[in-house]
C-alpha cells in the first residue's frame, strides 16, 4: 500500500453501502450520483455495490431490480455479495438457514416477492411451502444475479468487500465466510492489509475513515442515509441520502 492510497488513472470509483431493501433511497442516492459524474471531467466510472441489497427494508425485489437496470449512463457495475444474499441464496435450497434468515429481515424478502413469510417458531413442514413458492416466484435473472455475485473487487490501492478481511491473511487467501461475516476481528485491527478495505456490513451513524479501512454501512433501512464514498485520485469524499 502506498503512503496515500489512490485510484487508477483516470478512473472514478463509487462504492454504495448496504441498502437492505430501500429502492427509494437508492435511487436518490443514484440521481446524486449521476449529477456528480456529471460534474467533474470525463473518467472511466465504476458504481461498486458492497452487498446486502436484501432483507429488512420492503423492497427488496425493486432493489435488486434497480441493481441489474438503472446504473447512470456510461458506469460499469461490479455487485459484491454480502451475508444477506448468501442467506437468501441458501433458503432456495436449504430450509435450515429460515429460521435465522427470518429473525434477520428474510421475511420482508420473502413479502417484496409476493411470498408469505413463514413465522420463525414454523415447523420444517411450513418452512419448504415458503421455499417452493419462493423458488417459483424468483425470475430467473435474479437468480443468477445471487449466482454470479463477487466476493471481492480491487482497484488501484483500495480493497472492496461485504464485510472485512481476516487480519494477518493474505487478500488472496481471505476465506469467504470472513469476507461476509467478519466483524469485531476486523473492526478492531490496526494492521495495515496491503490494501485500504472499503466495506459495509457493520452499521455506523457516519461513514468511519480509519489508516486501513473505510466503512460506509450507515443503516439505510433504519436511518434513510445511504451512503457512497467516491474516490478518484488521492481524493475521498462521500455522498449520502
Given at each position: 500500500?502506498?503512503?496515500?492510497?489512490?485510484?487508477?488513472?483516470?478512473?472514478?470509483?463509487?462504492?454504495?453501502?448496504?441498502i437492505h431493501g430501500r429502492a427509494d433511497?437508492?435511487?436518490?442516492?443514484?440521481?446524486?450520483?449521476?449529477?456528480?459524474?456529471?460534474?467533474?471531467?470525463p473518467a472511466f466510472q465504476q458504481l461498486i455495490y458492497l452487498g446486502d441489497y436484501v432483507d429488512r427494508g420492503p423492497a427488496s425485489q425493486e432493489v435488486i431490480?434497480?441493481?441489474?437496470?438503472?446504473a447512470p449512463p456510461g458506469f460499469e457495475v461490479v455487485a459484491l455479495r454480502g451475508n444477506?444474499?448468501?442467506?437468501?441464496?441458501?433458503?432456495?435450497?436449504?430450509?435450515?438457514?429460515?429460521?435465522?434468515?427470518?429473525?434477520?429481515?428474510?421475511?420482508?424478502?420473502?413479502?417484496?416477492?409476493?411470498?408469505?413469510?413463514?413465522?420463525?417458531?414454523?415447523?420444517?413442514?411450513?418452512?419448504?411451502?415458503?421455499?417452493?413458492?419462493?423458488?417459483?416466484?424468483?425470475?430467473?435473472?435474479?437468480?443468477?444475479?445471487?449466482?454470479?455475485?463477487?466476493?471481492?473487487?480491487?482497484?488501484?490501492?483500495y480493497f472492496f468487500v461485504h464485510a472485512g478481511v481476516r487480519p494477518g491473511v493474505p487478500l488472496p487467501q481471505q476465506r469467504g465466510e470472513d469476507l461476509r461475516w467478519i466483524r469485531d476481528e476486523f473492526l478492531g485491527s490496526k494492521v495495515n492489509f496491503g490494501k485500504i478495505v472499503v466495506h459495509g456490513h457493520s452499521i455506523e451513524r457516519e461513514p468511519v475513515v480509519r489508516t486501513n479501512r473505510i466503512g460506509?454501512?450507515?443503516?439505510?433501512?433504519?436511518?434513510?442515509?445511504?451512503?457512497?464514498?467516491?474516490?478518484e485520485g488521492t481524493e475521498r469524499r462521500f455522498l449520502q441520502t
Open positions: 500500500m502506498t503512503a496515500v492510497a489512490t485510484t487508477p488513472p483516470d478512473t472514478r470509483l463509487y462504492a454504495v453501502g448496504d433511497l437508492l435511487r436518490r442516492l443514484l440521481a446524486q450520483i449521476a449529477a456528480d459524474a456529471a460534474a467533474r471531467p431490480d434497480i441493481v441489474l437496470d438503472e444477506h444474499e448468501e442467506m437468501m441464496q441458501r433458503f432456495l435450497e436449504d430450509t435450515g438457514v429460515a429460521r435465522t434468515w427470518m429473525m434477520n429481515g428474510g421475511d420482508a424478502t420473502l413479502g417484496s416477492y409476493g411470498v408469505e413469510a413463514p413465522s420463525v417458531f414454523a415447523g420444517t413442514p411450513i418452512h419448504r411451502h415458503a421455499q417452493a413458492l419462493f423458488r417459483t416466484q424468483l425470475p430467473l435473472r435474479h437468480k443468477e444475479f445471487l449466482v454470479n455475485l463477487a466476493d471481492t473487487y480491487a482497484a488501484g490501492d460506509i454501512d450507515t443503516g439505510a433501512y433504519a436511518s434513510d442515509h445511504l451512503t457512497c464514498l467516491v474516490l
